[in-house]
């Protein structure tokens, strides 16, 4: 959601900072602002709604000189999208500060503040904050013990970035329940809510853990524990290529990452696979002693990654014969649950950094879960650090929004997972040995449907128009159409469901007309017959029917139903294969609208808060 980075140098720190918003554009915002410290002492600030391009714009014009700075994207929260509450906050020219999170008890610390003499000129629940800090520096204490007595009285979350005017010479930031990662230089120090704000000036880097506070100089990083003891994070090198954030020939992000599923499926797979099998160490060292004895699995997610877990359970339970219950974080999170006997605890996220799953996981650690698994994409992320046990995607970075390869990427990790857990309760070599070259088949495969690009691109033009659409799916393709209708209704706006196809008799039917397009997928297996009742039962209704079937389905296009081929293909790899038509269908039909594709307005990619 938010961005943050921050700069302390012996250079002008402006354009790094703008280059770093830039970054962190994918994250979704509303506006932008930037503070820098002059060498003469003076706090120059320029803040503004929309893209960093028109703060860019606003800069160009009006220059800010100085080494010492912040910068901040804002999703809005708490107060409309307004300069007056963009970030950076000031207080009285004295101190400014940039931060992301929700401060829970903002309102009771304003009521104090105000009674205090505070005037407030935003109606976020940051401005609490910088007032909080300002009182304590008036009061004689230095920055860095400032900052740590007025997060003490903060609940809820936050990464901050601080700047007092009369010292020049500190930059303070503190994170609890939100990212915030220092990037290492020479002379030089930055920081930032995500590395790849930060790549094109470091690749050396120390992530702050929950409760960190830390004091930033040009020479040197202090870093203070929750308990207020001085610590030392490593130093971590980061492989990521900066080029990974350009789109290249592509007309939008999510084009390119749609196109780099058979290279990212592969690179998941990489290393994964010996021979004819898995290799459970994949997961961690421990892995095969922790999963030779497990029972059951529960699978936490948001989102895409919720769907991926969703395919995942039919799959558990069908190959692995694992019981596999699936939630949605923030319902996790917040309802008393039974702990399964010798139960494995999964966490799926492309960010790592979901405050929803984080809490869900911390909530599992202590309520007595065999072991807990991580499915992400980030290696330095907080669900990764915090897990027993990791299986990193390698989806190399996603910038749309809307999630595309981090997608698959799961899917074939829960792929994985299953096949390993199967191999300790009812799947032979055989069996195993069939799974494994079907996983090796999907790039290719992925290859084939990419290949109906321009079709699938025409068929757009029949959902332009419309104002709602229905996804119809069975079996593992259910959750593959739900993942269609989401990601419709996220970048096109038109509102999309996705239901079981068996029950639209219990309601859905009475929504079918020539103006609802039926989007259903049809994969020949032992649900075809079922389904293809189903389909019959919004024809007889006049439904305009759209089905995306492998050739083996005996399906033929006739008045209001068009069929879309897609490759022959398995049960075991459907769901991914059948996910390629409904990012591309998705994509085209936001295009031909003319919606902002790769940043659709009021979403954010990574949700770091509740």
């Known amino acids: 959601m938010c961005g943050i980075v921050g700069a302390i140098a012996q250079r002008p720190v402006a354009a790094i900072l703008l280059e770093g918003l830039r ?15 002059e060498s003469t002492g003076k706090l120059n600030r320029a803040r503004t709604l929309g893209k960093v ?5 606003e800069i160009a014009a009006h220059p800010l000189p100085g080494g010492l700075g912040i910068a901040h994207t804002r999703w809005a929260t708490h107060g409309e999208p307004a300069v007056r509450n963009a970030h950076p906050q000031v207080c009285r020219d004295r101190c400014t500060l940039v931060h992301n999170g929700i401060i829970e008890n903002h309102e009771e610390l304003r009521r104090e503040q105000r009674a205090a003499g505070h005037r407030f000129t935003s109606e976020t629940d940051t401005e609490v904050v910088v007032h ?14 400032s900052v740590r007595r007025a997060t003490a009285r903060l609940a809820g979350a936050y990464a901050l970035a601080v700047i007092d005017v009369q010292d020049p010479d500190h930059l303070v930031v503190a994170r609890q329940g939100s990212p915030l990662v220092i990037g290492v230089g020479f002379g030089e120090h930055f920081v930032a809510s995500d590395v790849f704000a930060l790549l094109p000036v470091t690749h050396r880097f120390m992530f702050l853990e929950e409760g960190d506070i830390a004091e930033i100089t040009r020479e040197a990083v202090r870093i203070w524990d929750r308990t207020g003891e001085l610590v030392t994070r490593p130093v971590k090198e980061s492989t990521v290529a900066a080029e990974s954030t350009e789109r290249g020939e592509y007309r939008h992000f999510m084009l390119k990452e749609i196109f780099e599923q058979p290279r990212a499926i592969a690179d998941t797979l990489e290393g994964r696979l010996v021979g004819n099998r898995v290799v459970p160490e994949a997961f961690g060292n421990a892995a095969p002693d922790l999963f030779a004895n497990l029972k059951a699995v529960t699978i936490v997610a948001c989102g895409t990654s919720y769907h991926a877990g969703l395919v995942a359970r039919y799959w558990l339970e069908s190959l692995a014969g694992l019981p596999c219950n699936v939630e949605v974080a923030s319902e996790y999170r917040y309802r008393r649950h039974v702990v399964p006997e010798s139960a494995l605890f999964v966490t799926i996220s492309q960010s790592g950094e979901t405050a929803d799953t984080l809490a869900a996981l911390r909530i599992a650690k202590e309520s007595g879960y065999a072991t807990t698994l991580a499915i992400c994409n980030v290696p330095e992320s907080s669900l990764v650090r915090e897990s027993d046990l990791v299986l990193l995607t390698r989806a190399g970075r996603e910038i749309g929004v809307a999630s595309t390869k981090a997608f698959t990427t799961q899917l074939v990790a829960l792929l994985l997972l299953t096949v390993t857990l199967g191999r300790y309760r009812c ?37 332009v128009d419309k104002q709602h659409t229905l996804f119809l799916g ?12 989401l990601k419709l209704k996220e970048i096109s706006y038109i509102h999309a469901e996705a239901y079981p196809a068996g029950e639209l008799k219990h309601g859905p039917l009475a929504l079918i007309d020539e103006d609802m397009p039926v989007v259903a997928l049809a994969a020949n297996n032992a649900l075809l017959e079922k389904l293809k ?11 305009q029917l759209y089905v995306f079937a492998d050739f083996q389905v005996p399906l ?3 008045a209001g139903i068009t069929v879309i081929r897609l490759p022959e293909t398995d049960d075991l790899i459907d769901a991914l294969i059948f996910s390629i038509p409904m990012q591309l269908l998705a994509y085209h039909v936001a295009v031909l609208k003319g919606t902002d594709v790769d940043q659709p307005r009021n979403l954010a990619k990574s949700v770091t808060v509740e």
Request: no cysteine; proline share 4%.
């Open 556 to 558: 033929q296009e006739a």
């Open 533 to 543: 009742s189903n389909l019959e039962e919004v024809r007889a209704r006049g439904g």
């Open 23 to 37: 970054r962190l554009e994918y994250r979704g915002y509303d506006s932008a602002g930037i503070a820098v410290l």
């Open 427 to 463: 799947l032979d070599e055989v069996q195993e040995e069939r799974l494994v070259a079907l996983m090796r088949s999907v790039p290719a495969k992925m290859e084939e449907v990419l290949a109906l690009d321009g079709p699938i691109a025409r068929l757009a033009e029949q959902f």
């Open 474 to 485: 069975r079996g593992e393709l259910y959750p593959i159409a739900m993942e269609g209708a």
């Open 132 to 145: 909080a800090v300002y009182d304590e520096l008036i009061n004689g204490h230095p920055l860095i013990e």
């Open 53 to 57: 391009a028109r703060l860019a714009a």
